[in-house]
């Protein structure tokens, strides 16, 4: 079946610093991928998506490439700032019924 | 625009009793999805409404887990009894419509589930 795999956290930074958190796939065919993110007392949001591969996804500064060769989507940020703590989730989305699935989710915290 | 509500935000009960949460999506959204979050892991899908019909039930835990979306709109999702391992986040999530290519999923502010 599907399954994503990211990288585990905590993930502790100091501000400005560059973050990435890895993140592959397993699933037949081309899903789509995206990465969510969950701010503090609130709901999933959508951050980014790729849908094909070599597409790179961005959004607030954070980018993702869908790399199917090594079946990865990692997410990047090159400075991030203390507003940026969440969790990250990545997920992927195979073929028709538009069911998520989940990775375990990474916790970044950044630091003034 | 309204997001996805959920009631209550936070419940605690004790095994065996019986609980529901209430979901109600962004006005006009064919598809609702109940997801459950255990600490520490990525949301699993437990089922999925296209208006009123259900869509893909094959991880709910259908001995204890019910859920219905009356008139295509709001849902409920219940669970009796409940056990210790059903503490998580419930989450719901809404979308314009299913099919081949992808509909973004938004998603309510979750339902905390303690049980004792």
């Known amino acids: 079946g599907n399954s994503v795999t990211q990288m585990e956290g905590p993930v502790t930074l100091s501000e400005e610093a560059f973050l990435t958190i890895n993140c592959t796939y397993t699933?037949?065919?081309?899903?789509?991928l995206f990465w969510y993110v969950q701010y503090p007392g609130e709901g999933l949001q959508l951050l980014l998506k790729?849908?094909?591969?070599?597409d790179k996804g961005s959004n607030k500064g954070f980018e993702a490439t869908y790399r199917k060769e090594t079946t990865s989507f990692h997410l990047e940020k090159g400075s991030v700032q203390v507003s940026d703590s969440a969790v990250y989730f990545c997920?992927?989305?195979?073929?028709?019924?538009?069911?998520?699935?989940f990775g375990g989710g990474t916790r970044v915290l950044v630091k003034p | 625009e309204a997001g996805v509500a959920q009631s209550p935000r936070y419940k605690i009960i004790e095994k065996r009793q019986s609980v529901a949460f209430w979901c109600n999506p962004i006005?006009?959204?064919?598809?609702l999805y109940w997801y459950q979050q255990i600490l520490g892991q990525g949301p699993k899908l437990l089922i999925q409404?296209?208006?009123?019909?259900?869509?893909?039930d094959s991880q709910l835990p259908k001995d204890r887990f019910s859920a219905e979306r009356l008139k295509g709109v709001d849902s409920t999702l219940k669970i009796q009894p409940a056990k210790l391992e059903d503490s998580a986040v419930y989450l719901c999530?809404?979308?314009?419509?299913?099919?081949?290519?992808?509909?973004?999923?938004?998603f309510g502010p979750g339902t905390r589930l303690t049980v004792l």
């Open positions: 999530a809404s979308s314009p419509l299913a099919g081949g290519a992808y509909n973004e999923q938004f």
């Open positions: 699933a037949t065919g081309y899903p789509s």
């Open positions: 790729a849908t094909k591969a070599d």
């Open positions: 997920a992927l989305i195979k073929a028709a019924g538009n069911k998520l699935t």
């Open positions: 006005s006009g959204h064919a598809t």
């Open positions: 409404f296209q208006n009123n019909g259900v869509v893909d």
